[in-house]
């Protein structure tokens, strides 16, 4: 395989069609053809199903079209780490955040970080973030760990600071004197973006307490559609505090006693690749900041279980 016909198998998927994808290269369309016939060949398996409306994959095409953009984003990070050593510029630095992450480890280390890399930033979960990252098109994510995740020959997990989880509610709500799970069975509530790919972290807290399935009013990736949810109506949320605390006004956090699973925050990198130079510096001051945040909650852990 070479990597000029693995790149006319991503440019086909990504323009969808013959035309579109032998524009992009700068090549003509029978030379796009030879490209996709040879990586056949040299592969033993059709790719490509070829009809009156153009073009699909086969399900060796797709099973290859992952491992190509792989192995295209590698090369492409590659040339422009030489392209910066030779002029001097200064490199991109792609990664995954969760708007916890964002807002707690990357914008407060933006003035700190000027200089090192031109960052660019996509917002999600971990899953979401996942298949980006596994092509080679994140060098790292910082977002929950999944309960359960360790790491694997694909990914690498290092905890970074955990956070307490609250349910929260509009100040006033009329369920805010609730101390016990099981008081807001009847309850309505708003989930955020999941951090796994099989149930919300309130669904999971109310299975652990044997609970029935709980009420959830409103899914919503939005952060922002979340809090407006728990300000503007009855629904209560599931928020660690820095998700919460601008809102102190209009919300407050009910001091349930049961046991919640705290949310662990963690940098996640693919296992046996290394990142580059800017990223790993990066890495360095998201370690620092966390271990400076995870001092303030220990604090804060000792001061509430004093004025107990």
């Given at each position: 395989?070479?990597?000029?016909?693995?790149?006319?198998?991503?440019?086909?998927?990504?323009?969808?069609?013959?035309?579109g994808?032998a524009?992009?290269?700068?090549?003509?369309?029978?030379?796009?053809?030879?490209?996709?016939?040879?990586?056949?060949?040299?592969?033993g398996?059709?790719?490509?199903?070829?009809?009156?409306?153009?073009?699909?994959?086969?399900?060796?095409?797709?099973?290859?079209?992952?491992h190509?953009r792989?192995?295209?984003?590698?090369?492409?990070?590659?040339?422009?780490?030489?392209a910066r050593?030779?002029?001097?510029?200064?490199?991109?630095?792609?990664?995954?955040?969760?708007?916890l992450?964002?807002?707690?480890?990357?914008?407060?280390?933006?003035?700190?970080?000027?200089?090192?890399?031109?960052?660019?930033?996509?917002?999600?979960?971990?899953?979401?973030?996942?298949p980006?990252?596994?092509?080679?098109?994140?060098?790292?994510?910082?977002?929950?760990?999944?309960?359960?995740?360790?790491?694997?020959?694909?990914f690498?997990?290092?905890?970074?600071?955990?956070?307490?989880?609250?349910?929260?509610?509009?100040?006033?709500?009329?369920?805010?004197?609730?101390?016990r799970?099981?008081d807001?069975c009847?309850?309505?509530?708003?989930?955020?973006?999941?951090?796994?790919?099989?149930?919300?972290?309130v669904?999971?807290?109310?299975?652990?307490?044997?609970?029935p399935?709980p009420q959830?009013?409103?899914?919503?990736?939005?952060?922002?559609?979340?809090?407006?949810?728990?300000?503007?109506?009855?629904?209560?949320?599931?928020?660690?505090v820095?998700l919460?605390?601008?809102?102190s006004?209009?919300?407050?956090?009910?001091?349930?006693?049961?046991?919640?699973?705290?949310?662990?925050?963690?940098?996640?990198t693919?296992?046996?690749?290394?990142t580059?130079?800017?990223?790993?510096?990066?890495?360095?001051?998201?370690?620092?900041?966390?271990?400076?945040?995870?001092?303030?909650?220990?604090?804060?852990?000792?001061?509430?279980?004093?004025?107990?």
């Amino acid at each position: 395989m070479k990597l000029s016909q693995l790149s006319a198998l991503v440019a086909l998927v990504e323009a969808g069609s013959m035309r579109g994808a032998a524009r992009e290269l700068g090549v003509t369309q029978p030379a796009l053809s030879t490209r996709i016939a040879e990586l056949e060949r040299d592969v033993g398996a059709h790719l490509v199903h070829r009809t009156a409306r153009g073009t699909t994959l086969t399900s060796a095409g797709h099973a290859l079209l992952a491992h190509a953009r792989t192995i295209c984003n590698q090369v492409d990070r590659a040339q422009a780490e030489m392209a910066r050593l030779s002029q001097s510029s200064s490199p991109t630095v792609s990664l995954g955040a969760s708007p916890l992450a964002a807002g707690e480890l990357i914008a407060p280390l933006l003035n700190e970080v000027q200089g090192i890399a031109h960052f660019n930033v996509t917002e999600g979960q971990f899953h979401d973030l996942a298949p980006d990252m596994r092509e080679g098109g994140l060098e790292m994510i910082i977002a929950p760990i999944p309960p359960g995740h360790r790491d694997t020959k694909v990914f690498q997990f290092e905890e970074l600071v955990t956070y307490p989880m609250h349910v929260v509610a509009r100040a006033g709500h009329p369920l805010a004197g609730c101390r016990r799970l099981v008081d807001l069975c009847g309850a309505s509530w708003v989930v955020g973006a999941a951090t796994s790919t099989h149930r919300s972290t309130v669904e999971e807290l109310y299975a652990a307490q044997q609970l029935p399935p709980p009420q959830i009013a409103l899914h919503s990736d939005s952060i922002s559609l979340v809090q407006a949810s728990i300000v503007q109506a009855d629904l209560l949320g599931l928020l660690p505090v820095p998700l919460f605390s601008l809102l102190s006004s209009s919300v407050q956090a009910l001091r349930i006693e049961d046991p919640i699973r705290p949310l662990r925050l963690g940098l996640i990198t693919l296992a046996g690749i290394p990142t580059s130079p800017a990223a790993q510096l990066f890495a360095d001051f998201v370690r620092k900041r966390s271990e400076d945040i995870a001092k303030v909650l220990a604090l804060q852990r000792r001061s509430d279980v004093e004025g107990i």
